[in-house]
């Protein structure tokens, strides 16, 4: 191998970008032969992933392969957020028929019950066949729910028929949660791994900025319609993208593993034989120690940041960011404001993707408590305002949507954009880092699922029973009793 890396990678990266089957000639395979032996003469590996120290690797491609994988948080941001401008749209569907406040409801909140499916389902899905080929077998049946939903009304059954469709998409969207994270962090480089897998919660925000912007002038036939493009352009992204290399090495396919990390990271030579020593000794180490789940979670040491973990997404569930992302429209039509519901959400979905952006740079400068309890005061404090608003607000006689004083119709607006960014840079993105951070790498995997499954329950229980305690509470009570939740969370 030439002794300047540089000019060897500019010679050679082209072949390999547009050739991931290429092999460079100065490639040692007989390096690679590792066994158990050798491999426990190393040192411990504290990472399962890819570990790559003073080499230049190339970023474009690593770059590529997240956004291919994140398209799956861009296509469930579409599913949560559809119900906000698809329940108004269906209300006024002539071929729907009449809908109960109950059916509404259900159609806002299932979604989350085929993510609580998808969990499992998912993590058994992608040790058994890949992580990329798993990503690809979502297509179908996510197109399948979305195009169920668009001719709902050409069924003899349009409300089941749209409740089958959003658990399909809620159960593909929700699968995306569990496998493009593992992805991500398996074929980006340390350098920018971090940065990569933020761009999760970038995408599900701009996901919910899409169907809010599709939603405010088309019905729900044609959001359907334009939801069901995202997990195509998906899969043809993903067309492109090689195998997890990990993956591969777990598997003996040692070849294939090799062409990955050249495609991934432009390695030749030593840089490549080192990479695969390291991701092969890994390999070995992880699978020679078999774990028992149940043994390991009964130890202090493993159960305590796993309850810390729980607790965290408990609160961020319990907050009714759900309930407001699924009902957006709604909760802005019943202010009574001047202002149109529809630009009130979209307004909303894009303050959510600005607040996302500065996220990450966020929760590494700021100590994760302290950000925690500065999230869920003004997340309350919000909440709170949205009470008071509905208790002091009064309307015109024979009017429940017409402000005598309209000038308090931007109350609404200001409050939940305050919730929205407090939300957006403290505790959603800390409730799932910190999962990454405090549970034991050797139980993350089934820890995530576990956690995961909760999370998406709690959010089903709150998203299908937001209206009905409206109904039998009262609004500002609704709102008090989650901002109360969160006054406990900040404790």
Partial sequence: MSPNLDRAMEKRSPEYFDNPGY?????????????????NSFPLVASVQIQTTKVRVRKRTQIFAAIAANMGAFALGAVLAWSATALPSLRESKGIGAISKSAESWIGSIATLGA??????????????????????????????????????????????????????????????????????????????????????????IGMLYIYIIGAYYDYKIQALACAVVPI??????????????????????????????????????????????????????????????????????????????????????????????????????????LDPKDSTMILGAVQVIATIPAAFIVDKCGRRLLLMISELFMCLSLVAMGLFFYVAEYEEGSKNKLIHPELGTLPLVALNVFIIAYSVGIGPLALMMMG?????????????????????????????????????????????FGAICAIGND
Wanted: charged share 15%; with cysteine; proline share 5%.
């Fill in 116 to 205: 609580v499916a998808a969990c499992p389902a998912a993590g058994y899905s992608m040790v058994r066949y890949g992580r990329r080929l798993s990503i690809l077998m979502l297509t179908a049946p996510f197109v399948l729910g979305w195009l169920l939903i668009a001719f709902a009304e050409k069924s003899p059954y349009p409300i089941e028929t749209i409740y089958f469709g959003r658990i399909l998409t809620g159960f593909c969207g929700g699968a995306f949660t569990i496998i493009s994270p593992v992805f991500i962090a398996e074929s980006a480089h340390v350098k920018i791994r971090g940065g990569l897998a933020a761009g999760f919660d970038l995408m599900l925000s």
């Fill in 23 to 39: 092999i460079p000639s100065d490639f040692e395979p007989s390096k690679l032969q590792l066994s158990v032996q050798r491999a």
């Fill in 233 to 338: 352009l998906c899969h043809v992204m993903m067309l492109i993208v090689p195998e997890s290399p990990r993956f591969l090495v777990e598997r003996g396919r040692m070849d294939e593993a090799i062409k990955a990390i050249m495609w991934f990271f432009g390695l030749e030579g030593q840089e490549l034989n080192d990479e695969m020593e390291n991701l092969t000794r890994s390999v070995i180490e992880s699978q020679a120690k078999p774990i028992n789940f149940r043994k390991v979670v009964m130890k202090l040491s493993v159960l305590k940041p796993i309850l810390i973990c729980v607790a965290v997404l408990f609160f961020y569930t319990m907050s009714a960011v759900d309930a407001i992302i699924f009902y957006a429209v709604d909760i802005f039509e019943s202010t009574g404001s001047n």
């Fill in 437 to 481: 951070e405090l549970v034991p790498s050797h139980i993350k995997g089934m820890t995530s699922c576990v956690v995961l499954m909760i999370r998406w329950f709690l959010g089903f229980a709150v998203t299908n029973l937001f209206e009905t305690l409206e109904h039998d509470l009262g609004v500002d009570c609704t709102y008090w009793i």
